[in-house]
């Protein structure tokens, strides 16, 4: 082997890892909306934990993502420690697809169709067609879609190159001797695990193992503890990543470390046992790019089979090595982590899932504030002080992650989905802060023993009525994605718009036949300011959530078409009209009565 060939094999080792890294970062991103269906229907079943941590790491091939999501989702409390336990096992045997794959270089035949089987022979049709739809492909899914083929060509272009490379290695004898010291147990496994923890992913390894193994040179004894170790190195990854999570995220990569160092330990005394007590020919015998895969696979398999009725055991052994504090902080869930966003679709959906939470309690800090008009109370004042200030948090929070989430690459609905949440959010927390100012205007009535008059009374109730309405369509439309729900604001909204003049102009004439006060004026003027601003929001929410749907962001055209009296739009306007319809003022109904008197005695 000489200058030229280490030369290739670096140049195809960081075509390998390049490769491997640009096809799954590919994946997720293509499998991002199906990873969030997949682990939205996770549930305490280990066998669906199991088999979902083996099929999403199937698809993104890389055991290393998905642990590190898998401890962003606990850090973010989207699931438990014991769901985590099973996804992680799964992860650990769904990571062998990527060597069954690599297995393929292998393959050596004079026919033709055995021959189409090998990387070297497809791999350069995969790649035009990668390169044509990354190129050409107009949809996020297409290019997508192209970029997981050149990854994978490139990948498996890699993957050749170091197998050439290092194909005059088995006539070294140096070389040989280098693995022969490998033969101890103990030295196989560091060295698997060193490899692997520099890398940071077992499937490289694995494929660089592999690689060596084409020489002929690796022997199946050899291979055994190498491989043992790269499942410990493989965890370096997932502790890196726990720094700074809460204590059950920690506790999650620690199961992680845990359960490949105790299954090691475990299979590697049996593998020394049997191999000083029997005599096994094939130990000593070269071992292939498909051996190791079969190796891989069933040393993984073998450790899931020991550790999974184990399961408890492993979360006392991470609650031992975290140990619970007293201090209330240690089990704050950081519900917006920065771990997710290695899965955009993901990371959006949770956000989805904040926004949400915070809007329910800002209509409830709405109700709150509405009802204190009435029946002040102090404890229901300070509820909603406290839920205004928490939306302001969650707004900062929220609109803080989805700029840096802009940094990764999304696709379109993605986007669209994240301005949908930037926008909304804002309309949520105003709404917060005009049920502080309606609080305030029910203190201001409490303290100065303000009184409305029985007409006034029923008037702003009718108005409260209408807006706590709307309020609960635009949270349903939002939080459920009602589309249904959405259409029926834009009406309410103008039927709102017409209450805030009527109540003006009606407290104006009692004020003048002295039934109302000025100070009862003010405080009526603020109160119905604030309310009608409420109705505005929740037009603005119901809008953002019927141009997502309809893939348009024009929500002042929407508006004019609406507004234009569309058939659907008349009839729950006239609805709307009829149920939010104020009562004749005082002087008319008193002439009604007259009138009718008067037609009596006729």
Excluded at 178 to 200: D, H, W
Excluded at 288 to 302: Q, T
Excluded at 445 to 470: C, D, H, L, P, W
Aim: one cysteine or more; a negative charge.
């Amino acid at each position: 082997m000489d200058l030229f060939d280490v030369l290739s094999l670096i140049g195809g080792l960081s075509l390998f890892l390049f490769g491997m890294n640009f096809m799954g970062e590919a994946l997720e991103r293509r499998a991002g909306g199906t990873l969030k269906r997949t682990l939205g229907r996770l549930t305490t079943n280990p066998w669906a934990g199991l088999l979902t941590g083996l099929a999403v790491t199937a698809v993104i091939q890389s055991s290393s993502a998905t642990t590190v999501m898998v401890v962003g989702f606990v850090n973010s409390g989207m699931m438990s420690l014991e769901q985590a336990i099973n996804v992680i096992m799964g992860a650990n045997i769904g990571t062998t697809v990527t060597a069954w794959i690599l297995s393929l270089t292998g393959i050596e035949s004079t026919n033709v169709f055995v021959r189409l089987l090998k990387p070297s022979s497809f791999t350069p049709v995969l790649a035009l067609i990668g390169i044509i739809m990354y190129m050409v492909g107009r949809t996020d899914n297409k290019k997508m879609t192209g970029a997981i083929l050149l990854g994978f060509a490139t990948l498996m272009f890699g993957m050749e190159t170091m197998s050439s490379a290092v194909s005059g290695l088995r006539y070294e004898p140096s070389f040989e001797n280098i693995l022969i010291k490998f033969s101890n147990p103990i030295l196989g496994v560091l060295a698997g695990a060193l490899l692997t923890a520099i890398i940071q992913s077992s499937s490289a390894s694995v494929g660089i193992l592999q690689a060596l193994a084409s020489t002929g040179q690796v022997t199946l004894g050899t291979a055994i503890p190498i491989i043992m170790g790269q499942n410990i190195g493989t965890c370096v990854t997932a502790l890196i990543s726990s720094i700074g999570t809460n204590k059950n995220a920690k506790r999650a990569a620690v199961v992680h470390l845990t359960f490949n160092v105790i299954g090691t330990i475990v299979w590697l005394t049996v593998f020394c046992i049997l191999k000083s007590v029997l005599s096994i020919p094939a130990l000593t015998e070269g071992v292939n790019e498909l051996g190791i895969a079969i190796v891989h696979s069933s040393f993984n398999i073998l450790c899931v089979a020991l550790m999974f009725p184990m399961r408890r055991l492993l979360i006392r052994i991470s609650y031992f090595i975290v140990p619970d504090s007293k201090r209330e902080s240690d089990y704050a869930v950081t519900k917006l982590d920065e771990r997710l966003m290695k899965t955009p679709a993901i990371a959006i959906e949770q956000c989805e899932n904040v926004t949400s939470e915070m809007a329910k309690s800002v209509v409830s800090a709405f109700e709150h504030a509405v009802s204190a008009l009435r029946f002040y109370n102090a404890d229901l004042a300070a509820d909603v002080r406290r839920k205004e200030e928490n939306s302001d948090e969650v707004e900062d929070e929220v609109g803080t992650y989805l700029v840096k989430l802009s940094s990764q690459p999304l696709s379109s609905d993605e986007s669209s989905e994240s301005g949908k949440i930037l926008r909304v959010i804002t309309d949520f927390e105003r709404i917060a802060d005009h049920a502080v100012n309606i609080l305030e205007s029910a203190e201001e009535v409490e303290e100065k023993q303000i009184r409305f008059s029985r007409a006034g009374s029923e008037e702003m109730q009718m108005m409260e009525n209408a807006v706590t309405e709307i309020l609960h369509l635009a949270l349903q439309a939002y939080t459920e994605n009602d589309l249904e729900a959405a259409k029926k604001v834009e009406p309410l909204e103008q039927v709102i718009d017409t209450l805030k003049e009527q109540l003006r102009a009606r407290h104006v004439t009692r004020l003048q036949s002295g039934e109302c006060s000025i100070p009862a004026g003010f405080v009526l003027n603020d109160l119905v300011t604030d309310l009608e601003r409420v109705s505005d929001h929740c037009s603005n929410i119901a809008g953002c959530v019927i141009e997502t749907q309809s893939r348009k962001l024009d929500l002042h055209n929407y508006l004019e078409v609406v507004r234009r009296r569309a058939p659907d739009y008349d009839k729950q306007y006239d609805a709307y009209t009829e149920k939010y319809r104020l009562d004749p003022p005082v002087q008319a109904r008193r002439a009604l009565e007259e009138a009718e008197e008067n037609e009596e005695k006729a």
